[in-house]
């Protein structure tokens, strides 16, 4: 017989233990503050700790110190002129000597100083809004991944509420089976549900764990020091009631691809200036030998000989970026359109899909489960139709939750989309200093 080896004592000391850690959660209640994962606090912890965020703010203020350099004028130059000094060996001994001391200032083409300063801005510009696209991308991961744990988790809660019902239907076939009142193939069908049950059960709490570690890894913390129970899943309030989702110009990406645009023109300009060649303004004094002192001004100005060979190919790979840069601008316009279609096409089957579950099929289930529990014990039902019936119960209650957190994972989406403002940075309590790597 199955039942007499199926579980080992290690494997159901195991099983056991994760129902255990459940139904702690369960009865605990629902926990707030240090005590719970609760999705607002983790946004505020991934938006100070999270490393892809600082990186990303690093990158802004670099560009913030580059920015202030840009079109600073270059050092002026001091030149020491000593005119006949080997007059032996000029045979110009009848010559006097002279010693010119001179100042020279490097001037740009007239426009190259301000292309530079325009240039660093939109650089600067650009960068800062990348922040604020990292920032939204990270913040619409936090909310994702916590739909996940949030799915993950309810689930792990609904397979502790069925263990007890399948413990007392494995043991009440067992008992028909003893007394032939039954068959054995209602006991091995009694232990494959189990046996499934357990199977699913490993699955779950893996993938609780695997969300728990990403959310440590978005947040910056040590997935340790995360609680084990888990916050309410937020409602989400969409901008619209049905059909595409909001987006824009004023999207993160849209507007990050138009600012890289504008460094990308402001790049070229500055090139193209380039090409000119700059001047040198100087002046200084003449002390020849036995003289008065003299006043030199000096001009000065390079020869592009060779400089269209050396830049034209920096010019026309600038060119180039900019093209590309405005084909990105209309795949990034193009690719939000059809995302907020996809989102709000999701967000409609969803709500459809909650509608039914919460309001027809789940409590029918629910009704038809009870019936079934009452006939089986009264010889009315037969065990194959009590799990059939068990397993509608228990896959609706499922599908209703993850319908839930994959509503909430849509809103997510959305919001990082359109760019919704995010809640000002504050302290985080939840979270203590210490789990800090």
Known sequence: MRNAGRTTPSHHLATVGRIGLVALALGAGPARGADSIDVGALELAARTGSPVLQAARARAQEALMLATAAGVRGDP?????????????TSTSDQPLAVEVEVV?????????????????????AALVEVVVAEQKLVGEVRR????????????RTLAEAHELLELLHATARSRFATTQGDALAVLEAEIAQDEHDQRLDEVFSRFQAARARLAALTGVVAETLPLRLGELPEPVFAVREGPLPFDDHAPTVQAAQLRLAAAEKRLEAGRLGLKPDFGVGGGFLWPEGGNPELTVKLGMELPFFRHRRLGPQVTAMESAVAAARADLAAAEVAGR??????????????????????????????ALDAARVGFLNGDVTFALLLELFNDWFHARIELTSA??????????????????????????????????
């Open 105 to 125: 200032q490097p001037v740009r083409w007239p426009g190259k100083r301000g292309a530079l300063e325009r240039l660093a801005a939109a650089e600067t510009q």
């Open 338 to 367: 059809a995302e907020a279609v996809r989102l709000g096409a999701e967000r409609d089957r969803l709500e459809r899909s909650l509608a039914r579950l919460s309001g027809a099929i789940v409590p029918r289930t629910s009704v």
């Open 77 to 89: 130059e001091l030149e020491l002129w000593v005119r006949n000094a080997l007059p032996d060996l």
């Open 145 to 156: 991944t916590f739909a996940d744990l949030y799915a993950a988790d309810r689930e792990q």
């Open 404 to 437: 839930e957190a994959a509503r909430y994972g849509i809103w997510a989406e959305s919001q990082a989309l359109a760019g919704a403002p995010l809640a000002a940075l504050a302290p985080i309590d939840s979270i203590e200093p210490e789990s800090r790597p």
